[in-house]
């Protein structure tokens, strides 16, 4: 787990003096040289205040086809590999839970977990066969504990699958609509992710655009935590 002793280091690997990449009127955007995450300086966050009334805007509902659609990406290659009686969590499940229904109707009971909407601690007491984080990752202060948390709560054979917009070639990262959102913090490419999986020594499937699925090994420990 890495100590954030500055801002120059990377939230997920902990590697000192990430590069300057881009900066405008308000943040800086800085890469790290080891597992190539992209962060914004720890300085230049939101509140949380601030952060959660940006959220409370936020429209998202199940009974919106176009929103099931769009989660769909991350819904429809985790479903196929699941197991019969495969349970699980949405972590960071925001105002209007979705995915969670979705699993649910499909046979899937899936709980939820967000820090400002459905804060609820003994999600983290138990273990799941899979866990989603939709749209999740770029807002994490703490990447690497945050995800780690996650990956302990993961059966050894179960899924992990993420979804967020992947940094784009590096001419195109001025332009990039992903990183105007002031609560967009963490940006991911496909080699970030599988230095991730590489850590974790886990098998990783980039099954649609924006989508990832990392599988824990069945000789992996979960932590003695309580199975549901």
């Known amino acids: 787990m890495p100590v954030r002793t500055d801002i120059m280091t990377c939230p997920l690997c902990g590697t000192t003096g990430a590069i300057t990449i881009y900066k405008d009127e308000s943040r800086e955007y800085r890469q790290c040289s080891a597992c190539r995450l992209v962060f914004v300086p720890s300085n230049l966050f939101l509140s949380f205040e601030n952060e959660k009334e940006r959220y409370d805007y ?6 919106d086809p176009e929103y099931r659609g769009f ?3 991350l819904f429809a290659p985790l479903l196929e590999r699941l197991e019969p009686g495969s349970r699980g969590l949405d972590f960071g499940s925001g105002p209007g839970p979705t995915l969670s229904i979705m699993f649910s109707e499909a046979g899937f009971p899936t709980e939820i977990y967000d820090c400002f909407y459905a804060e609820a601690p003994e999600a983290f007491e138990r273990i799941y066969d899979f866990i989603t984080a939709s749209e999740v990752v770029e807002h994490m202060r703490e990447p690497c ?3 780690d ?3 302990s709560i993961l059966k050894p054979g179960g899924w992990l699958g993420i979804m967020t917009c992947l940094l784009p070639a590096e001419q195109l990262f001025k332009e990039w609509h992903y990183k105007n959102d002031d609560t967009h913090i963490c940006f991911f490419s496909r080699p ?8 974790w020594r886990a098998e990783i499937v980039f ?4 989508v990832v699925l990392f ?4 000789n992996m420990k979960h932590g003695g935590k309580v199975s549901i």
């Open 207 to 210: 099954p649609d655009r924006d």
């Open 149 to 151: 948390r996650l990956w």
């Open 215 to 218: 599988r824990k090994r069945m």
């Open 145 to 147: 504990i945050e995800l």
């Open 192 to 199: 970030t992710f599988e230095w991730l999986a590489t850590r």
């Open 58 to 63: 936020h429209q998202n509902s199940p009974d």
């Open 71 to 73: 989660l769909g990406r």
